[in-house]
């Protein structure tokens, strides 16, 4: 019996001491080791189930460090023509992040970035032309290919999806499967009609069935509004209307609209089922002519008297009682009159360039090149919010996984299936953009 009851203690002893070592157990108090970040992809972005919905302000919370981080490098490539010259090669590191719940599909980017690009295409006077002139969406170079002028254009993101898996060369090129550059159209302008060159390049699908999401991020004016541009691309624009009319071929519009055939005068536009009331951003320009009777001039429209540094107008602004006003003449030597006074550009520089003549900027009132307005409909079904930190973006945002689209404008989520895309940066430029094709969405579920 003593044996025994010795053996037994031995039994209870070891049995204590093995769950007293187990790699969980918490002793004396400790912090536990804390669950290693999970993995980064190159290829794959997994979207988490959260519990929590993060708030949609630009802020990076907690909440996101359970979300595996899809690291990629948008490269701009070289389309050739000269079409992507100063730009080809500029790379642009980023991480993309995301979450679902029951209702919403929510995406983090962030990526470095040393300047904020929100001044697009300022309005300033040159005083040697004695005109007012815009400064360049993209860097201007001279014919040996030196750089004459930085660029002022703005920081973008865009998303594109292969709405129901429609377009089969989206699985394999993703943004390259509608992108159509320099493809030639036909001129029915003239007769006989020719055949002619398009120096650059438009978006449309390559079938009548096909269709694409386009998610488009305007950082310096969309998210005035917390609002990411919600677009499509699709046949319509492309080959059906260009084949038959001339022009060249556009197949990207805005979501809520179809389009119904073509103008019936050059350049032979798409028309449209709708048209949508005035939303986004709107050129603040017009022509006028010098003295009331001389030359036909570009202008600003609308300016903010004795404003400085601003960089859009707001619509509201230009409502009766607004702060805005319309520029109603100018003279040879520059003078804007507006109903109640003038600007004399010719006092000091502040509507001048300023500094270097290549990296230099703008007088503090020189005037914004757009209006904001918010987007209204189905171009309003993201939301979005992005902060400039100093020294990069972060860019956060979130749409419904199943919109109200009825017109197959809009890519579904709400299946958790997998889901192709591509993204794509610029970095202040109009067009020159880095392109990260042959991505992957998946859920975890």
């Known amino acids: 019996m003593k044996t025994f009851a010795i053996l037994i203690l031995f039994v209870i002893s070891s049995t204590f001491l093995m769950y007293c070592t187990k790699t969980d157990q918490v002793i004396g108090g400790t912090t536990p080791t804390p669950t290693p970040p999970p993995p980064v992809s190159t290829s794959t972005l997994v979207s988490y189930k959260t519990p929590t919905a993060p708030n949609i302000d630009g802020s990076v919370e907690s909440i996101w ?3 595996a981080k899809l690291s990629i490098v948008p490269t701009v490539p070289n ?4 079409l992507f010259t100063g730009y080809i090669g500029d790379e642009y590191p980023a991480t993309i992040q995301s979450m679902y719940d029951d209702s919403n599909i929510y995406f983090l980017v962030q990526y470095a970035d040393n300047t904020n690009s929100v001044y697009v295409s300022t309005w300033y006077f040159d005083p040697g032309k004695k005109l007012w002139a815009q400064e360049p969406s993209s860097n201007a170079y001279d014919v040996n290919g030196n750089i004459t002028r930085n660029g002022f254009g703005e920081d973008k993101l865009a998303m594109l999806w292969n709405i129901d898996f429609s377009t089969p060369k989206f699985i394999s090129e993703t943004c390259y499967g509608s992108c159509h550059v320099f ?4 001129d029915f302008s003239v007769t006989p009609a020719v055949v002619k060159a398009n120096a650059s390049g438009n978006h449309y699908t390559n079938g009548a069935s096909e ?6 991020a305007h950082l310096s004016r969309d998210v005035i509004f917390n609002q990411m541009d919600d677009q499509y691309q699709d046949w319509a624009g492309g080959p059906t209307v260009t084949n038959l009319v001339g022009g060249s071929g556009n197949g990207r519009h805005v979501d809520g609209i179809t389009v119904s055939g073509a103008s019936s005068t050059w350049p032979y536009a798409p028309t449209y089922t709708s048209v949508t009331p005035p939303q986004g951003a709107l050129n603040n320009r017009q022509n006028l002519k010098l003295n009331g009777n001389g030359a036909s001039v570009s202008v600003p429209l609308w300016i903010i008297p004795n404003a400085s540094n601003y960089y859009y107008i707001l619509a509201t602004d230009t409502l009766a009682g607004g702060k805005a006003v319309k520029i109603t003449g100018v003279d040879s030597t520059g003078l804007l009159t507006y109903a109640g006074g ?3 550009p010719t006092v000091g520089t502040d509507y001048q360039r300023t500094g270097d003549p290549v990296t230099g900027g703008d007088g503090p009132k020189c005037f914004p090149s757009y ?3 918010p987007l209204l409909g189905g171009r309003a079904d993201i939301t979005c919010s992005a902060v400039y930190t100093g020294s990069g973006w972060i860019i956060e945002y979130k749409r419904k ?3 109200g689209d009825t017109l197959k404008q809009d890519v579904d989520f709400s299946s958790l299936q997998d889901q192709q895309f591509g993204l794509a940066i610029w970095n202040q430029s109009n067009n020159q953009h880095g392109i990260q094709p042959n991505l992957l969405l998946t859920f975890k579920k």
């Open 65 to 67: 460090d359970s979300a």
């Open 79 to 82: 389309p050739g023509n000269n």
């Open 183 to 186: 493809t030639p159209y036909t």
């Open 211 to 216: 269709k694409i999401d386009m998610w488009w």
């Open 342 to 344: 003038t600007i004399d």
């Open 371 to 373: 209006i904001a307005s």
């Open 401 to 403: 996984l199943r919109t």
